[in-house]
């Protein structure tokens, strides 16, 4: 004896978050079930076991049935079969495209290519995620990397406009076409520390500043790639390590300003060259690929492994970056102020951002 | 040829890739009317293409309006091979037709294939133009507003209601003619569906045909069904009432809504004397002009004798056929005893009734002349019935004749029914089978039997117009003052065989493919038509017997098992006020009654003390409506059933019956003790399998054993939740191949004016032994407790002066013989053993009987629901009115494989009643969010596909309400604010908060639960109230989340049309939102106002999948039909400019499997009000009532 047929559709498609939760975590019927009965429905709501199968088969069809829509979900807001309201509708979109961290750092900059994907179940493996799950999350990310890669115009907007998301997620998500698209290294081990949400910042600010979109909203071009005009102007830059003079001329206006403000003054004072030719020579190696790659790993060795080994608190980089940048300015003979504030701004939230205590 | 139909291709959407190697599609499209078709031009590679076409222009009769639907047809061009068909859009255009209704379809259709589903939608405006044609009349019946709604629709008042209206057609189902061998199922399917299509639109003409006859303007509780008897035939039959509707003049509607030209019919009524007491039932014999009334009537009542239920169920076999079909009849009427007649109010009617059954004969002035009546013009029809006094002399003369026939008793009233020497024949006749249903006077009913009167029948023809009058009501709730008294239910069934409809196509010299099986019946003795005859007749003489002229709450349906059917019909016997069966002036009315109190008192020789109060009761019942339709209709001492009588307790005055049945929806002023609840009985009987004429003895024989038990069923959950009367008792017979399935679902209420029902008490039959005893206390324990959780769970606390009432000892019949007598009418007991006393106040059930521990088994297995939910079938709960606005309607199937085919009766009843409970838990479970909240409508379905298959389908609403019913004016304003700021939140979402899953729904309820936590409840209360306290805040939360999450997508998606996005505005997506229709199997849509009715929805769907597995199995494969019948019901009511649909139904869903060929096919029929509303809150016209749920629109309709 047994149920052959169980179904059950409303007017208004029900939708339990938590159900919902549950499938998009890659979770079977069974589990799913389990998982609920030990959350304490059954109790709350008089249900038995039976009851709560039912239940969770029938929404997990639903989704099912939903994951075609979601998928292109400008088309969920005007298809005819699922009347979703759209507080709900947004709802589904959020965390259909939610995604965990700790997948996406595993791909970040990676291509996303079947070959990744076919990496997957390491991740999976490692992350303790469900295969299943990565495989949406890994899907979603190339399926807006797709949609956006070749769209004019800048590039939250466009995520946002072509799979509804709210602002926080669209900006993750131009995070990671971000990285995917320029392939930045985040998987060497020194970067292992930095977090996703850490790689999304500098991306936001990269996106914000160093692209082309960043300098004219109305240039038809692509928020994706790097300005490429800037990336030389950059080269320009190295007159603050190569003139003997500028650099330490930019080295006393640092020091007179920060002395008795740190507790590290000494050490920055000694390793104030080193740093600056640090800062400087990546500024002007980006206009190769390979060097882009390796930006935030320049980044860490260059800059931050130095303050971290003299023990530099974030509050005494915070404070040397802004006298750094601030004191080039002053500097009579430093002629490229534009290039060197659109820089250092990027470069200063970046690794105030990377900077872990 | 008054009709010119336009339509414009719009634009299509969504559409699926055809082209495998560009991933798009070549579309064009074909739109067909009749044998017109036209093309539009081919969207080279898109998948959104923009047609936007001229207009294609039909010119058409405007009869073929009504039947065709507009065809449209979405095509991918292929050059070199043929041209691959994407799907179809039915439209069906009748609610363009009705200048009141919707003036231009207009929108997004979803393009339906039967094999794919839902492929993309297109955008289609229809409009037509019909020509002011003064005969247009003739053949068609444009105009004749249709409603599913069995009530007087809410912006409406009723002129008159005219009465019964029917008609069925029939023709071979395309999918079992031969050429379903060599042709696709898509061509199968889609020559059903339009097939279907047409049948209906015909269908509906016709009874349009008959409502203009009978004068009316409307058809109210419009039901219609198919019967798919496989090879032989198919049947569409619909049912309705016929009425005179005006629309009502509101504020808030535009002053063009009423329409000169659609309500001239319904004033010439009015103005006209003609109006005078229309028919309360019309067959007109068009419909079946052939038929010999003789012959038919024989047939019919020969085999309505049986009607006794144990004694009667004999078979006869027809001389002519052969032994083809026997027949089975079981109906009950409820022990509802009733009120001595002379009350005032039911002479009148009376008197109005009689009268009223002859200018039907007016109205059949357009059939042909075989009947000697219809040489009677309308006028002189008219003159010969206007209520004057000579008619009522002369109505009262034929009482002698009638009483000679009965021996021993004195004549019921209703002899005077006959209202007309021509008619006498047909009255006695009935008084014939009134006497013998009612088991009184069985000596000389029986000699009376078949034969002669046969003879007598043959004679006269002319009592066949007697037959054509079926005083049948659709309707289920009734404008105040319309239902006087409820008799009880009252309801037939027949087992047919069906054999092959002779093919129609033979010999048919219409052009037209589709059949009035009427036309070709004459020699034909087996028709549907003339079984549903005989079982209408046999309804309207149970209700007869119970001393009623009416039938309300009257519908039909049938039961199909290979060459095996079961026709159902039920109802409710009522006496029904002429006011709305006549446009009379008050003063007529009363001039009426006391003529024909006088009448009464010469011709009865009851002496009934009541009957000098008469003249003034007239009033008195009107102005304490709440208890006046509990009163008993039927005479005290010829009671056609046993029952036990008490005075009313809430008037005291009149005798009311222990308990109620009826299949009506609580009436709006009926005084109620607490809350009501959804009771089932569930039974299911192993059946030997059998073939042809084995199998309908098989089941004739089954059947009433079947009711029966079903009826004591119903009676012990009644008492066991202390509830004295049942409402909207609907009572469904499966038949399968090995089984028999009976489901009854009913409303339990406690009517404050009937008696309190007693306790169950339980009785062995072996008290020596003592752990026997131990078990039968601990049994009746349980059972006392679970009475006493009841009457707290559901607040009856009936005031406790009730009990000891009255001066006359109640008479406390045995219960025993009580409990299995509750066939009553049919029972051949003499009623006088039933007024013996006994003094116990309990029912009694024997466990020693193996029924009774089944009984008792089911009685304590049914869970109680779950705290802060309702049920009902009725279309709402009584004790409930603080509705609001949040409501889910849904549809939940569930099919049952039983894998251990012998199972004994026990253990099929314990799986089918698991079944329905599990079915119901988990809906309540699905609906735990809109806490506290009601089922309301809750509709059971139930049948036997396949040999070890039970399929349950249930459709209902789950609607909100607002727990704190009883809050000082201070917090009521308050809440109001708080409502007033959550429908304005609504509109800005576009979208009500409706479906609250979790919690983001309805921060009113909550926030009242919360107000409610502060006062001294009782636990379970004090439970729910802190759940909902609970949610509450969960809802706050993510209400404020939601809200944000909100107006960040109003960013980003842009305003329904015009404003485009910012950028790639030109994407399709960037077109209009979509429309939200609200759904409710309700007539109404709590804390709105219907403004508009837009017409009919009718829509018949097959699917079918030859890859099942592929999609999600069975289950799979069917939650997306439903989910595409919903949106395809939607798109529909959207295109007509509508928000919602009320009285939506899913009549029919089929469904068939082979796992093995990976294969399925579904078949659904839906049907429901396409209506536009808006919110109370929105019109600021009146504040808001409190009881807008039960407020009824017709206060107007009283005027008088």
Request: one cysteine or more; proline letters at 5%; a negative charge.
């Amino acid at each position: 004896m047994s149920v052959e047929l169980d179904v059950f559709v409303g007017n208004t498609t029900i939708m339990d978050k938590e159900v919902y939760q549950l499938w998009l975590n890659g979770y079977t019927v069974n589990d799913a079930v389990k998982v609920r009965i030990e959350g304490g429905v059954m109790e709350e709501c008089e249900a038995s076991a039976e009851v709560l199968l039912s239940d969770t088969m029938d929404q997990f069809r639903t989704f099912q049935m939903c994951e075609r829509l979601l998928q292109n979900p400008a088309k969920l807001a005007n298809q005819l079969l699922f009347q979703i309201p759209p507080d709900r509708q947004a709802m589904l979109i959020e965390r259909y495209y939610a995604f965990d961290d700790d997948v996406v750092r595993e791909v970040l900059g990676k291509k996303l290519s079947k070959g990744t994907k076919k990496d997957l179940d390491d991740v999976s493996a490692k992350t303790g995620i469900t295969l299943k799950s990565c495989r949406r999350q890994f899907d979603n990310f190339k399926r807006v990397f797709k949609v956006v890669e070749e769209l004019k115009g800048p590039l939250v907007e466009n995520i946002k406009q072509h799979f509804l998301l709210p602002d926080q997620l669209a900006r993750d998500y131009a995070a990671i076409v971000f990285f995917a698209n320029n392939r930045f290294e985040t998987g060497k081990k020194k970067l292992q520390y930095l977090t996703f949400q850490d790689f999304a910042f500098c991306a936001g600010q990269l996106i914000n500043n160093w692209t082309v979109g960043a300098v004219d909203n109305m240039v038809e071009d692509m928020d994706v790639d790097l300005d490429k005009e800037f990336l030389q102007d950059l080269k320009d830059l190295k007159i603050l390590i190569t003139d003997k003079d500028l650099l330490d001329q930019h080295k006393s206006l640092v020091c007179v300003a920060l002395r008795g403000k740190t507790k590290v003054f000494n050490e920055m004072e000694a390793n104030f060259k080193n740093l600056s030719r640090g800062l400087v020579n990546i500024a002007a190696k980006l206009t190769n690929t390979k060097d882009v790659r390796d930006f935030f790993i320049d980044l860490v060795e260059k800059f931050i492994e130095p303050c971290k080994s003299d023990k530099w608190t974030a509050t005494d980089v915070n404070l040397y970056l802004t006298h750094y940048t601030n004191s080039a300015h002053i500097l009579d003979t430093f002629k490229h102020q534009n290039v060197w504030t659109r820089y250092m701004g990027v470069i200063k939230s970046c690794i105030l951002r990377m900077y872990h205590e | 040829m008054p009709g010119k139909l336009k339509a414009k291709i719009v634009a299509g959407r969504h559409l699926p890739v055809m082209d495998r190697a560009s991933d798009l599609t070549d579309a064009f499209v074909e739109v067909k009317f009749g044998n017109t078709t036209f093309k539009t031009d081919v969207y080279p590679k898109s998948l959104n293409p923009q047609w936007n076409s001229e207009w294609f222009k039909f010119e058409v009769d405007d009869e073929d309006l009504q039947d065709e639907p507009l065809q449209i047809t979405v095509l991918d061009h292929d050059t070199y091979s043929a041209n691959d068909a994407i799907g179809k859009v039915y439209i069906d255009i009748d609610p363009l037709l009705s200048s009141e209704a919707a003036t231009v379809i207009s929108g997004w259709f979803p393009i339906y294939d039967t094999i794919h589903g839902i492929r993309g939608e297109i955008n289609v405006l229809v409009k037509v133009e019909l020509f002011n044609d003064l005969n247009r009349f003739r053949q068609s019946s444009c105009g004749v507003k249709f409603f599913c709604t069995t009530s007087i629709p809410r912006c409406y008042r009723a002129v008159m209601v005219h009465g019964f209206v029917e008609e069925l057609v029939v023709n071979e189902d395309p999918e079992y003619q031969w050429i379903d061998r060599i042709r696709t199922p898509r061509a199968s399917n889609e020559a059903r569906q339009r097939l279907i299509s047409l049948m209906s639109g015909e269908l509906q003409r016709k009874i349009g045909l008959k409502v203009l006859e009978m004068g009316g303007n409307a058809v109210v509780g419009y039901l219609q069904c198919f019967d798919l008897e496989g090879e032989s035939g198919l049947v569409v039959r619909a049912i309705g009432t016929a009425c005179t509707l005006d629309k009502l003049s509101n504020t808030y509607t535009p002053a063009t809504a009423i329409n000169p030209c659609n309500s001239s019919p319904s004033k010439d009524i009015k103005d006209s004397p003609q109006a005078v007491p229309s028919a309360l039932g019309c067959r007109s014999t068009h419909s079946s002009p052939v038929h010999s009334a003789s012959s038919r009537l024989s047939q019919g009542f020969s085999v309505s004798v049986p009607t006794l239920l144990f004694a009667g169920m004999k078979h006869r076999h027809r001389s002519s056929d052969g032994p083809r079909a026997r027949q089975c009849r079981a109906g009950f009427g409820e022990e509802a005893p009733g009120v001595p007649l002379s009350s005032g109010p039911p002479t009148p009617l009376r008197a109005q009734t009689f009268s009223s059954f002859s200018p039907s004969k007016s109205y059949s002035r357009q059939s042909s002349s075989s009947d000697t009546e219809l040489s009677l013009t309308p006028k002189t029809a008219r003159i010969c019935l206007s209520p004057s006094s000579p008619t009522l002399q002369s109505k009262s003369s034929p009482i002698p004749t009638t009483k000679a026939l009965r021996s021993t008793t004195p004549p019921p009233l209703h002899v005077s029914q006959s209202d007309t020497a021509m008619l006498r024949k047909s009255v006695s006749f009935s008084e014939d089978l009134l006497l013998a249903a009612s088991g009184m006077g069985s000596g000389g009913s029986a000699g009376k039997e078949a034969g002669p009167l046969k003879a007598l029948l043959r004679q006269q023809t002319q009592t066949a117009l007697e037959q054509r009058e079926f005083p049948f009501f659709t309707l289920t709730s009734f404008p105040p003052g319309f239902l006087l008294h409820v008799g009880g239910v009252v309801s037939a069934r027949s087992v047919k065989l069906l054999d092959r409809i002779h093919n129609p196509a033979l010999g048919n010299t219409r052009s037209y493919k589709l059949l009035d099986w009427n036309s070709f019946t004459a020699d034909e003795p087996e028709t549907r038509d003339a079984w549903w005859e005989e079982i209408r007749q046999e309804i309207k003489s149970h209700a007869k017997a119970l001393g009623c002229h009416a039938v309300v709450g009257y519908s039909e349906s049938t039961s199909i098992c290979e060459e095996v059917c079961i026709l159902s019909a039920s109802g409710t016997a009522a006496i029904l006020s002429s006011r709305f069966m006549q446009d009379s002036a008050l003063d007529t009315e009363h001039r009426l009654s006391r003529q024909q109190a006088s009448v009464f008192t010469s011709g009865a020789e009851k002496g009934e003390g009541d009957m000098g109060s008469t003249a003034s009761l007239g009033f008195e019942d009107l102005m304490s409506p709440g208890c006046a339709f509990c009163h008993i209709p039927y005479d005290e001492l010829n009671m056609p059933f046993p029952a036990q009588l008490t005075y009313c307790h809430c008037c005291r005055r009149y005798k009311v019956p222990d308990v109620l049945f009826t299949t009506i929806d609580l009436p709006t002023e009926a005084n109620v003790t607490g809350k009501g609840c959804l009771i089932q009985a569930r039974l299911c009987r192993t059946k030997k399998k059998a073939q042809g004429e084995g199998n309908a003895t098989a089941i004739s024989n089954l059947l009433p054993f079947l009711e029966y038990e079903l009826h004591t069923q119903l009676m012990n959950k009644l008492k066991l939740r202390s509830m004295n009367a049942l409402f909207g008792l609907r009572i469904q017979i499966s038949v399968g191949e090995n089984m028999l399935l009976g489901l009854a679902s009913a409303t339990g209420v406690y009517l404050t004016a009937l008696p309190s029902p007693g306790g169950i008490q339980i009785a062995g039959k072996t008290p020596s032994d003592i752990t026997y005893e131990q078990h039968i206390s601990n049994m009746q324990k349980k059972i006392n407790d679970t009475i006493a959780k009841n009457k707290e769970l559901y607040e009856i606390n009936p005031p406790d002066l009730v009990e000891e009432v009255i001066g006359s000892p109640i008479p406390e019949p045995r219960q025993r013989s009580r409990l299995f007598r509750s066939h009553s009418e049919s029972s051949d007991e003499v009623s006088e053993l039933d007024l013996s006393h006994g003094k116990k106040d309990a029912f009694v059930l024997e466990i020693d009987d193996t029924d009774a521990v089944e009984d008792i088994h089911s009685l304590l297995t049914d869970a109680p629901t779950p705290p802060g939910f309702y049920s009902c079938n009725t279309e709402i709960m009584p004790g409930i009115y603080n509705w609001t606005s949040a409501l889910q309607m849904f549809t939940s199937v569930r099919v049952f494989r039983l894998s251990n085919v012998n199972l004994t009766n026990q253990g099929l009843n314990k799986v089918f009643n698991d079944l329905c409970e599990n079915l119901l838990k988990s809906l309540y479970f699905k609906l735990r969010s809109m806490v506290p909240c009601c089922l309301c409508h809750v509709n059971f379905t139930v049948a036997v596909p396949e040999d070890e298959l039970i399929q349950v389908a249930v459709t209902a609403v789950a609607m909100s309400f607002d727990k704190d019913q009883t809050q000082e004016n201070g917090r009521q304003s308050i809440d109001k604010n708080l409502m007033k700021a959550i429908t304005e939140n609504e509109d800005q979402l576009q979208f009500p908060l409706e479906l609250s899953a979790e919690s983001s729904s309805n921060p009113l309820n909550s926030a009242k639960g919360l107000s409610e936590v502060s006062g001294p409840l009782p636990s379970a209360r004090d439970r729910c109230s802190s759940w909902i306290e609970q949610l509450r805040l969960k809802a706050h939360t993510i209400r404020c989340g939601s809200i944000k999450t909100m107006s960040s997508l109003e960013k980003a998606s842009p305003l329904p049309e015009g404003r485009s996005r910012s950028l790639r505005s030109n994407r399709s997506y960037a077109g209009s939102s979509v429309t939200v229709v609200k759904m409710t199997p309700l007539s109404f849509i709590p804390g709105t106002k219907i403004i508009k009715y837009l017409g009919i929805i009718n829509m018949f769907f097959i699917r079918e999948t030859t890859s099942l597995r592929e999609e999600g199995g069975v289950s799979g494969f069917l939650h997306s039909f439903i989910a595409e019948v919903f949106a395809m019901v939607r798109a529909h009511v959207a295109a007509l400019g509508g928000n919602a649909v009320v009285s939506y139904n899913m009549k029919e869903c089929v469904f068939m499997e082979n796992p093995n060929k990976n294969q399925a096919q579904c078949l659904i029929n839906v049907s429901g009000d396409a209506v536009i509303f808006v919110r109370e809150s929105e019109l600021e016209a009146t504040p808001p009532q409190p009881h807008s749920a039960s407020a009824q629109t017709s206060s107007s309709g009283e005027g008088t």
